[in-house]
């Protein structure tokens, strides 16, 4: 089955550091991931939208210069914070669409990332 | 508004037993309903994913059931392990722009020995 690997699994930094979270899509080609942030006790909210190849579309009230997303190739995108502070302590988790699928929206997760901002 | 809804938000049984979750949905147009699983500290894993035209679907100890007409789901447990102590969360796939899955807001289950 398909399957999405995210690196590093934990963090933790210091305030005012940047982290890079890394989402790779191990055996097929994704041309589309998504981010997404996770609060204890709380579901999934979409952070923004990584196409490969172009600009990340950002949700709502989700700051762009601060969550820096990249897609370079089909099989990876990369999440990184900026100058991390404590609120952005939060688990981080990543999907990839499989284009290749018969229902074409079917997203797989990876196992996210758990980000400790001290 | 798409909205997703999950009830109970959370549940206690014991081991051995069966139990149901509910979800309720308000989306429009509606493509897919799918159930996961998601342990603690793991990302979502897929249980079961039902089209429109889809009444149930099973996955071992797992059986979906879907109502498009009064836009419920179900998933029902049976004979419940202490392995299945996670959150299950019910999402709803549009058929409008990029498919956004819409999320429920879960039920986080626990089964004691």
């Known amino acids: 089955g398909a399957v999405v690997s995210q690196h590093p699994s934990r963090v933790i930094c210091k305030s005012g550091t940047s982290v890079k979270i890394e989402c790779r899509s191990l055996?097929?080609?994704?041309?589309?991931m998504f981010w997404y942030r996770q609060f204890p006790k709380q579901s999934l909210m979409l952070m923004a939208t990584?196409?490969?190849?172009?600009?990340?579309?950002?949700e709502q009230g989700v700051e762009k210069d601060k969550f820096l997303i990249n897609h370079a190739s089909l099989t990876l995108s990369t999440l990184t914070v900026t100058s991390a502070h404590p609120e952005d302590s939060s688990f981080y988790i990543c999907?990839?669409?499989?284009?290749?699928?018969?229902?074409?929206?079917?997203?797989?997760f990876g196992p996210g990332t758990r980000l400790t901002v001290l | 508004k798409n909205q997703v809804e999950q009830s109970p938000q959370s549940l206690i049984i014991l081991e051995g037993k069966n139990c149901t979750l509910q979800?309720?949905?308000?989306?429009?147009?509606?493509?897919?309903l799918r159930w996961y699983k998601q342990d603690t500290g793991r990302g979502p894993v897929s249980l079961t994913i039902?089209?429109?035209?889809?009444n149930t679907k099973s996955n071992g100890r797992y059986t979906a059931t879907l109502d498009a007409d009064t836009k419920q789901s179900s998933l029902h447990i049976t004979a419940s392990q202490l392995s299945d102590s996670a959150s299950y969360i019910c999402v709803v796939s549009s058929q409008s722009g990029t498919y956004k899955y819409i999320f429920g807001t879960g039920t986080r289950l626990k089964v004691l020995a």
């Open positions: 999907s990839a669409r499989d284009m290749g699928l018969a229902i074409a929206d079917t997203q797989y």
């Open positions: 979800c309720n949905y308000t989306v429009s147009p509606f493509s897919n």
């Open positions: 990584s196409n490969e190849g172009s600009k990340a579309t950002y």
């Open positions: 055996d097929f080609q994704a041309t589309t």
């Open positions: 039902m089209t429109f035209s889809e």
